[in-house]
């Protein structure tokens, strides 16, 4: 459990454009982003004296090696072992970090250097269950995995393929407004439904695309910025493991901590501006939406007929298009939705800009074992005052 009671948040982020195909290391995309946090923080790098890592491509270096590739001198370092909701975590362990005296100000980063070939090499050595117990049988990839998921909540609640296009095509349109987003042609629902089959009834516009690129944010003491720049973390929850060995499952473990998160933040599902969620497929979207209580479980095909969840709807949702339009830097796609949430509390998010923004909640999902994700996330932020 984290508090809101510190005086440490969010004062500052960065990142760096995407590529699909990498024109420069790991490490350049990390300074960028990097440097970009400090920046707008006004903090310098010597000031920096913590830094959390989320990355599944730059094995065998970690979070130390990082630091000394980037200059830092720290005395709190970490790694997230969670893949993209490590991401997410990762900022709950930074405000403990800072609030139990470890570290002052510390730099969250996560990204990648991959493209679409290394991206599917690297998925069949991910870990041991999927070499020792998926492999064997005929893996087909995370795409052919999450496509039983799909299935099975079709078959079981009734959700359609039109109802979760709308989460494609309304990330789209959001993604339009975002210079940093690799997919920037509007899509409709149309060619959703009729894009070629992946891993049936996954279609192309189901999947996101790997790229390049690193997202950050550091943390320090919120009165180092003006009261418009201070986001702080409500808070914070974590689930590793749920359900245990069960193959597509409906569900990852934010049922279970959701009213302990929304009871240590002091709000409810309905009093969130927006939703930055992680998005590797629409039905993974889908689960997260009635999971963390925005609507009944197997409900969320007539929720998402309600809605429109562009920046200006109903219900925004991945106001700078996710990883389903921006594409997914590797350990940075857990990230991109904590960043446009600073954006958006900031009030730097543009054209894209929710009316009102003062609150929101994020979450993180990663590390496939054998059958799922192993690992669920979620944080509460709130601007300002708010």
């Known amino acids: 459990m984290i508090s809101s009671e510190s005086g440490a948040g969010i004062i500052g982020h960065g990142c760096t454009p995407y590529e699909k195909r990498p024109s420069r290391t790991e490490f350049a995309y990390l300074a960028e982003a990097a440097r970009a946090a400090l920046a707008s923080a006004g903090v310098d790098k010597s000031e920096v004296d913590g830094l959390h890592l989320s990355s599944s491509t730059i094995a065998p270096e970690n979070a130390v090696t990082t630091a000394e590739h980037l200059g830092l001198e720290l005395s709190w370092a970490h790694v997230s072992t969670s893949a993209s909701a490590g991401s997410v975590a990762g900022v709950m362990d930074a405000l403990r970090a800072i609030e139990d005296g470890a570290a002052s100000y510390v730099l969250c ?84 439904l009729q894009a070629p089959v992946i891993a049936d009834p996954i ?100 929720f998402l007929e309600r809605h429109t969840m562009t920046f200006d709807g109903s219900f925004p949702l991945n106001t700078g298009g996710g990883q389903l339009s921006m594409g997914q830097s590797g350990g940075g796609g857990g990230l991109v939705g904590v960043v446009e949430a600073v954006r958006q509390l900031r009030c730097e998010a543009g054209p894209r800009q929710v009316d009102g923004a003062s609150r929101g909640l994020i979450s993180g999902y990663g590390m496939v074992g054998y059958g799922h994700g192993l690992s669920a996330s979620a944080i509460v932020v709130a601007g300002g005052d708010a």
């Open 203 to 302: 279609r192309l516009y189901d999947c996101c695309l790997p790229c390049s690129g690193a997202e950050a944010v550091l943390l320090g003491p919120l009165d180092r910025v003006p009261a418009a720049k201070r986001v702080r973390i409500l808070a914070g929850r974590q689930r590793h493991n749920h359900p245990t060995l069960e193959v597509a499952p409906l569900r990852g473990g934010w049922e279970l901590f959701r009213e302990d998160l929304y009871q240590d933040a002091g709000l409810g599902p309905e009093e969130m501006d927006f939703l930055q969620a992680y998005d590797d497929y629409p039905v993974m979207v889908a689960i997260q939406i009635e999971d963390l209580g925005f609507c009944p479980k197997g409900e969320v095909g007539p």
């Open 109 to 192: 980063l996560a990204g990648g250097a991959q493209d679409l070939a290394f991206f599917r090499e690297r998925m069949t050595r991910f870990n041991s269950s999927i070499t020792d117990y998926v492999l064997p049988h005929g893996f087909g990839g995370l795409n052919g995995m999450f496509g039983i998921v799909m299935r099975k909540h079709m078959e079981t609640y009734g959700t359609t393929r039109e109802q979760l296009g709308r989460i494609a095509v309304d990330i789209r349109t959001n993604a339009l407004l975002n210079e940093q987003a690799l997919l920037r042609t509007p899509l409709t629902l149309d060619d959703y």
